[in-house]
C-alpha cells in the first residue's frame, strides 16, 4: 500500500495542501480559500472536507496517510493540540484542532507555528541541506524565524522561541510594533516596514518614488535597483539592520546557515549582497567562516513540506 505525509499550510487567506512522499516528492497538491467568518467556525471543517475529497478523487483512503503535520499563525500548544490568538483568522480563543482532525480522519496531527514549519521545510527540501542547526527567517508583512538545534525546532518554554521579529533595534526612528514594544525587527525590516521608511524619507526630497502615489516594498526595490539614491539609501539600512540581526544570531548560535525567505526576499542577490556585507562586518571571525547567509528555495511550498516533514519525524521541541 502506498504510505503519504500529509502537509498543510494554514493561512489567513488560503489553505495549501500537499501528499507528499516520505522521500520530500509533492505527489498532489492543492488549496481552498480560508473561510474567517463567524470567528473561523468553518476552518476546520472545510480542511476535512477538502481532504476527504482528495483522498477520493485519488483513490486513496486514509489508511494511505502516516499522519499529518500542519502549520498555523497564532499561539500553538503542541501537547493540547490547540491553536489561539490566531486574530487573521478569526480564532481568539483556543480552537481544538488536533482533537477535531484526528476524530475525523483518524491520523495523528503535529501542530506548529508556520514559521517553524516552513524553517523545517527548508531543512528538509531546500537550501538547509538537512543541516542540524539553522535559523530560518522570512521577510513579508512582519518578520518571522525558526530556530532548529540538533534537528529539532527551539519553541521555547512559553513557546515563543524564534520571534527574531521582535529582535529590539537600536536607530533614528520610534516606530510602535504590534506587539507594544518600539523599534522591532519587523518595523523596520518587514515590507509593511520597508514602506513606512520610504513613506517617511520621500516627503521634501526629489526621488522618482514620489511618482507612485500608493507605494508597496516591490517599488523601492525596483527603484533601487535602477538607481534612485533614496530608494538604495533605504534598501542599505534595511540590509544593515537584517546584517547586524544576523550577526547577532550567528554569535549566539552558530548554526551552519542562516536561511532567509519570504516575500521581501524576493530581490534575490541583490538584497543578500546588502545584507552579506554588514553580517561581514560585524560578526565574530570564526563564526563568519562557518555560518553562511542563504537564500531561501522553496517559495510558497516551504509550509507544505515542513509540516510533512513534522509528521515524518513526530517532531518533538528543545
Known amino acids: 500500500m502506498e504510505k503519504y505525509l500529509l502537509g498543510i499550510d494554514l493561512g489567513g487567506t488560503t489553505i495549501k495542501f500537499g501528499l507528499i512522499d516520505t522521500h520530500g516528492t509533492i505527489v498532489t497538491q492543492w488549496s481552498v480559500p480560508t473561510n474567517v467568518a463567524n470567528n473561523g467556525e468553518s476552518i476546520v471543517p472545510d480542511m476535512i472536507a477538502s481532504i476527504e475529497a482528495i483522498l477520493e478523487q485519488s483513490k486513496l483512503t486514509a489508511a494511505n496517510l502516516i499522519g499529518a503535520g500542519m502549520g498555523c499563525p497564532g499561539t500553538v500548544d503542541r501537547i493540547n493540540g ?31 507555528n508556520d514559521a517553524n514549519v516552513a524553517a523545517l521545510g527548508e531543512k528538509w527540501r531546500g537550501s538547509g541541506n538537512d543541516a542540524a542547526n539553522l535559523v530560518f527567517i522570512t521577510l513579508g508583512t512582519g518578520v518571522g524565524g525558526g530556530v532548529i538545534i540538533d534537528h529539532q525546532i527551539v519553541a521555547g518554554v512559553g513557546g515563543a522561541g524564534g520571534e527574531i521579529g521582535h529582535f529590539p533595534i537600536t536607530c533614528q526612528h520610534q ?144
Open 82 to 112: 490547540t491553536v489561539h490568538h490566531a486574530f487573521n483568522l478569526g480564532w481568539e480563543a483556543p480552537q481544538r484542532v488536533k482533537q477535531r482532525f484526528q476524530e475525523a480522519l483518524g491520523i495523528p496531527l503535529f501542530l506548529e
Open 175 to 318: 516606530l510602535t510594533c504590534t506587539c507594544g514594544n518600539t523599534n522591532c525587527l519587523e518595523t523596520l525590516a518587514s515590507a509593511t516596514g520597508i514602506v513606512h521608511l520610504a513613506e517617511m524619507y520621500r516627503q521634501g526630497t526629489t526621488t522618482t518614488l514620489n511618482q507612485y502615489e500608493n507605494l508597496t516594498c516591490e517599488i523601492v526595490f525596483q527603484e533601487a535597483q535602477s538607481g534612485d539614491e533614496l530608494a538604495i539609501g533605504i534598501i542599505e539600512e534595511v540590509a544593515e539592520y537584517l546584517g547586524m540581526t544576523c550577526s547577532m544570531i550567528a554569535n549566539l548560535l552558530n548554526p551552519e546557515a542562516i536561511i532567509i525567505g519570504g516575500g521581501v526576499s524576493a530581490a534575490k542577490a541583490f538584497l543578500l549582497n546588502k545584507i552579506a556585507a554588514y553580517y561581514q562586518q560585524t560578526v565574530f571571525p570564526s563564526v563568519r567562516s562557518s555560518t553562511k547567509l542563504k537564500l531561501a528555495t522553496l517559495g510558497n511550498e516551504a509550509g507544505i513540506l515542513g509540516a510533512a516533514y513534522l509528521a515524518k519525524e513526530g517532531i518533538t521541541h528543545v
